[in-house]
Every structure is written in structure tokens, then in C-alpha cells.
């Protein structure tokens, strides 16, 4: 893969911080053309797929690493969104040299068809979790996004209460820094710890690998800034 000077810049053994505007990397030219066709749907990329896949190959290194006495890794896929992220994932844990992957699915649906609006201060979350087995294991959740909170600190409280996980440890590929959380988010936020990040992202409503707007999207190997006004009123 062709390395550009503006790689250097980046540092993906951390989680990658991106500003509004996007990673200042030049997205592929396909990404580019996809942006200009979709101008109605799309705003700009916000992360390339070359820095995805960069970031993605460390997290599976990372990961691999602090399991090494594990003979097991047990990711826990929430549904949707985070299945094209533990695909990848659970391949880079391989190629690192870490331990086996199993994986479970869940879903959960906290948004819907809806993009997030202001000023919210809980959700409903409706976790599905037929046919999930993780009873007394050491349990890795692969989540798409973390935004307001509310997803992963009700699954976590199902796993360990309900479905018998012995631990919950938490992996999302982006976190969103909230703009102007109110404070019952504040708290949630500042309760739920995570274990590996990808990307913190700014709090536009994204989609691309794997994670939708309105169910767009998902096939994109790129993450995409989307127009929130398409989506809140134009379909
Ligand atoms: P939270 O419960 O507010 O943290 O939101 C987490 C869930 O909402 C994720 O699992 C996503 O499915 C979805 N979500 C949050 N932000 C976005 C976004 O910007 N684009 C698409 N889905 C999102
Ligand atoms: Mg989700």
C-alpha cells in the first residue's frame, strides 16, 4: 500500500483523534467520487479506509498481546453496526499471533431509523440476545460506536447480571466526543470505561464499515460525515 508524507503525521498506535473536517489524509479517489455522486446524503469522508485498516491491524496487535496467557478470546459482536469492524478485528488477533476467536452476536437497537437529537437524556435500549452463550466467560464486546452511552452500559449491566459473564471488557471502533452532553449523560459517560478505541470522533452522526444512517451505507470501507439534515427531515 502506497504511503503517503501526511501518514507520517499520524500516530495509530493510540486512539486516533479526528476533527470535524476529517483525518487530513486524501481519501482513495473512489471514496472521493462516492462523496461527489451521494452530495445530497454524504457531507465529506471523515476516515479513510487505508487509516481504518492501519488503526484496525494495531488494535488486533494490541489485543493479542494482553491475551497471551488466554486460550481463548471470546468477541462478542453487537449487531449491526459492529459487524464489518469484528470481522477485521478478530482477523488482525490472528495475524499478530494471538490466541483462537470465538465469536457471539447480540443485538441491540437504540436508534433505529432515527439520527440522535439534541439535549437527550435517556433511550431505550432493546437488546436481542437469543442463542448467545457466554455464561462464565471473560467476555470482549465489539462495539461500532459509543455516542451517548446508553448502548454499552446496558448491555454491560445484561451481560454480567443476566447472560452469567464472568468479565466485560469493552472495544468500540469510534468514540464520540459529545459537544454539549447534558449531565445525566456526563455521568453515564464518565462511568463507562473503555478498553480499546479506535477513532474519537466529533459528534456528527457517521456511517460507512458497517455502521448505517437510515440502513446506508454499511458496505462503505470508509467512515463518512453524513448530511444530518437528509436524515433528520429529508427522506
Ligand atoms: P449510544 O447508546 O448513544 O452510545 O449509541 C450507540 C449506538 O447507537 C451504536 O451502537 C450505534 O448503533 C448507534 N449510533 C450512535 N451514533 C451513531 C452515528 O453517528 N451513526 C450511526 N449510528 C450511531
Ligand atoms: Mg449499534
Sequence with gaps: METRAADMIIDYTKPVKVPTSGLEITP??????????????????????????K???VMGEEIARASKERDEIVLLVVLKGAFVFAADLGRAIYRAGGP?????FIRTSTYGKEIKAGGETEREVKISSHGVNVNG??????????????TMSKLKSHLLKKAGA???????????????????????????????????????????????????????????????DYYRWGR
Design 166 to 228: 464472568k468479565s466485560v471488557s469493552m472495544c468500540t471502533l469510534l468514540d464520540k466526543r459529545l459537544d454539549d452532553p447534558p449531565p445525566e449523560v456526563i455521568e453515564i459517560r464518565k462511568e463507562l470505561k473503555l478498553d480499546c478505541v479506535g477513532f474519537r470522533v466529533p459528534d456528527v452522526w457517521v456511517a460507512g464499515y458497517g455502521i448505517d444512517a437510515g440502513e446506508d451505507f454499511r458496505h462503505l470501507p470508509c467512515i463518512l460525515a453524513v448530511d444530518e
Design 55 to 57: 488503526r484496525v491491524a
Design 137 to 150: 466467560d471473560a467476555v470482549f464486546v465489539v462495539e461500532d460506536i459509543v455516542d451517548q452511552g446508553f
Design 28 to 53: 482513495a479517489d473512489f471514496e472521493k467520487a462516492f462523496v461527489k455522486a451521494e452530495k445530497d446524503r454524504v457531507s465529506h469522508v471523515l476516515i479513510p479506509s487505508r487509516c481504518i485498516e
Design 100 to 104: 483462537r476467536v470465538r465469536y457471539e
